[in-house]
């Protein structure tokens, strides 16, 4: 037997023909089967370094109807040769053959890199398979890359990422986040039955109403921390699909990439299209476990300050206090208030450029609107340095209203169908990116701005979604092209932007979140979850957030009370206290404030800053879920080090007046003693003020609360040893 051993956890077995990568407490294996065919073998657990599998070999078929090609999955199936299952790449070629066969054809490894080499049966149509494994997090990162070799142009119709296997069986649940603008991140948990569940946005962008992302839990044996969860992020931004389906076999696979719908991609001779990073990772310690493993692979390996983001800063933006009207006067008095409470960069929302008096107009003008401030900037972003703050601006930079000087310049510019009508939503329409000239403004003029002015950090804002999405410039059969290359630009305008102004942070935010996901998360170093700041609503929808994004880029803000659909009122301390599990934010209107707001504030931001390193990239557990309509809800961070604990704990109605259940915290260590101290005023929780991690997570700890709408928090400091 042949065993080539390379390094970096990745091995080929020439003899058996099985790859095998390793990384984190995860194996991940699959081979060349007697067809020449990419077969996967295992994915879970690790496994002992000397276990081997034999050479994979193709499933029988069941009966005349299901043909071995579909009832042995493969790592990239083409479609072709009596596949039914969901391909990984569909190609028609020009004499109207649609039958594509991918073959194994070579290896290479590079670093951590595993590639892999398909080619059709016949055609010069190869695939560029790439693994790329995360030692530390066994998260695995899965693309392909193909490339026309023939002498003809042919037409992509489909291209995935990556299929990912589970082990077949048939007790597994799906989770998936589904949402609405103001709704976002809905933890969805069903069974998974024979069939196929889609998950997708069609909108040109991420979109509210799925997450690209997903988690199959082995149902039955399961609870937050314990159970085997496989789990996956798309890296798009664009339209995207992930189709999770559980074959006539029990078999489930899951597929995800660009979405087929509308797709049409045109590959010259000599061309290739790459596609998104599909990201996997399995855990044995449930759902809470994979969440965990995610938040530390995004804030080490995707986030644009990775490895070691530095931590989001308590931010103030006085969009829910004024709306359009914002002007120097106004915005100063405010800055002076929110230094006062030890805010610390201080950001400018939507009305400051253009004629922008309202949501009709302006868009597209990025200059600063001389009535609002006479002087420019200057003298407010002055003024804002001077109390020690930074400055950050709202933009929206891909989008354009109809009234606007750079409208009427250039009618070409938006998506269109030649000749048809142009949908408006919030009366703005989508400037094309694809367009090489419209991409060249759009870097332009955020260029000029970060230049001329000292600004720290951008609020990247795209608020509605696309229609016609038509590229008219260029020829029809390439129009299709703009769903990749749109998004191609928008990364690139990112890339470059950052390249030139290293310091400038940014926000990805699309009318709250529905731009989020690990693709944009590569350029921008937070994310605004929803336009819902309701605290109440917020735990839920922040509840489901974590189950795919680190808390390490969930903004929050402090709001206005009553506020959010349901007009419930709330005291600061718990607006504070659920604003606190993310990356805190005032965006109340403080000339409302009354003195003891101040003081609150002040308070709880400073209690804030001892704990914010622990809530945004520590682990976070879930004690308490508030879905489905739960009284009760509690997280707790711990530190990296396991040096510190935060916990939160909301009561939401106390109906019958049951006490609050015990808490068992989760993650310390056992022997270190920790000491207790409160955020809040002590609620009257029985708690020690010195105790061992054994005792703090053992022995089931009471907080007081009662009533309606109450919320209490405490932190756990380890004592250091004398
Ligand atoms: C979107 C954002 C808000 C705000 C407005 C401004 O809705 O999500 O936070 O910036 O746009 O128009």
């Not at 049966?121 to 790439?130: A, G, K, P």
């Not at 990116?433 to 950090?457: C, H, M, Q, S, W």
């Not at 939401?652 to 056992?670: A, E, I, N, V």
Request: charged share 20%; proline share 6%.
């Amino acid at each position: 037997m042949i065993s080539i051993q390379a390094q970096n956890g990745i091995s080929f077995n020439s003899a058996s023909k099985v790859f095998r990568i390793d990384g984190g407490d995860v194996s991940y294996v699959f081979g060349i089967n007697n067809l020449d065919e990419l077969q996967p073998i295992y994915w879970g657990a690790r496994l002992g370094t000397r276990d081997g599998f034999p050479q994979p070999h193709t499933n029988r078929g069941h009966a005349s109807f299901d043909l071995p090609t579909g009832t042995t999955p493969q790592e990239f199936a083409g479609w072709g040769a009596g596949l039914y299952m969901e391909p990984a790449l569909k190609i028609t070629f020009p004499d109207g053959d649609r039958d594509l066969v991918l073959h194994y054809v070579s290896q290479r490894i590079e670093g951590d890199v595993l590639a892999i080499r398909l080619k059709d049966i016949e055609r010069d149509v190869f695939v560029d398979l790439r693994y790329e494994m995360d030692p530390a997090t066994g998260i695995l990162g899965r693309s392909a890359n193909i490339e026309n070799r023939t002498s003809a142009p042919l037409v992509i119709e489909q291209a995935a990422a990556a299929t990912w296997t589970l082990p077949r069986g048939t007790n597994y649940t799906l989770d998936s986040l589904t949402g609405r603008w103001s709704g976002e991140d809905q933890l969805q948990q069903e069974a998974m039955h024979q069939g196929a569940r889609i998950l997708e946005s069609r909108r040109g962008s991420t979109g509210h109403q799925n997450d690209p992302w997903f988690a199959i839990e082995r149902a039955h044996t399961n609870d937050q921390d314990a159970g085997d969860v496989w789990f996956g992020a798309l890296a798009w931004s664009g339209s995207w699909r992930i189709t999770v389906e559980q074959d006539m076999l029990n078999q489930v696979r899951v597929t995800g990439g660009y979405n087929p719908f509308d797709f049409g991609y045109k590959l010259n001779p000599g061309e290739s299209l790459a596609t998104p990073v599909f990201y996997g990772g399995y855990s044995s310690s449930g759902i809470g476990g994979a969440s965990r493993l995610l938040h530390r692979f995004e804030l080490t390996r995707i986030l644009p300050q990775r490895p070691d983001p530095r931590p989001r800063p308590v931010i103030y933006n006085s969009w829910e206090a004024t709306e359009f009207n914002v002007t120097e006067s106004g915005q100063e008095e405010l800055a002076e208030k929110a230094a006062s409470i030890g805010v610390e960069r201080f950001i400018v929302d939507d009305g400051w450029f253009g004629q922008r008096k309202d949501d009709h107009a302006g868009l597209g003008d990025w200059y600063v609107n001389q009535e609002k401030f006479p002087h420019g900037l200057k003298p407010l972003i002055d003024k804002v340095h001077s109390l020690g703050m930074d400055f950050g601006l709202w933009v929206e930079p891909e989008m354009v209203n109809p009234d606007s000087d750079l409208y009427r310049k250039h009618p070409d510019w938006v998506l269109n169908f030649a000749g048809r009508p142009r949908t408006e939503g919030r009366n703005q329409l989508v400037l094309n990116l694809a367009r090489p000239d419209v991409r060249a403004y759009v870097f332009g003029f955020l260029d000029k701005l970060l230049t001329e002015n000292d600004i720290a950090f951008l609020k990247w804002d795209y608020n509605r979604n696309w229609s016609e999405p038509g590229w008219p410039a260029v020829a029809p059969d390439e129009q299709k092209q703009v769903y990749v290359k749109y998004v191609d630009n928008l990364y690139g305008i990112l890339r470059e932007l950052r390249e030139k102004h290293p310091k400038v942070e940014i926000e990805s935010c699309s009318g709250g979140g529905g731009r989020v996901d690990l693709g944009i998360l590569r350029y921008t170093d937070e994310v605004w979850p929803s336009d819902n700041t309701n605290p109440f609503d917020r735990l839920t929808i922040q509840d489901g957030f974590t189950y795919a994004y680190t808390p390490g880029v969930m903004m929050a803000w402090v709001t206005e009370s009553p506020s959010g659909p349901n007009h419930a009122s709330l005291s600061t301390e718990y607006r504070f206290l659920s604003s606190m599990q993310g990356g805190l934010g005032v965006g109340a209107n403080l000339n409302h404030w009354q003195p003891d707001d101040f003081a609150a504030a002040r308070h709880l931001i400073e209690e804030y800053k001892q704990i914010r390193e622990t809530v945004q990239q520590g682990s976070l557990y879930r004690l308490i879920s508030p879905r489905n309509g739960s009284e009760h809800s509690v997280t707790e961070s711990v530190s990296v080090d396991r040096s510190q604990a935060a916990v939160f704990a909301f009561l939401h109605t106390s109906q019958f007046g049951y006490p609050f259940p015990l808490l068992y915290l989760r993650g310390l260590d056992p022997k270190a003693e920790y000491r207790l101290h409160w955020i809040t005023a002590k609620p009257g929780g029985n708690l020690p003020e010195v105790a061992t991690g054994a005792y703090w997570m053992n022995a089931g700890l009471s907080v007081n609360l009662d009533g309606d709408y109450q919320a209490t928090a405490f932190r756990l400091d380890r004592v250091q040893a004398p």
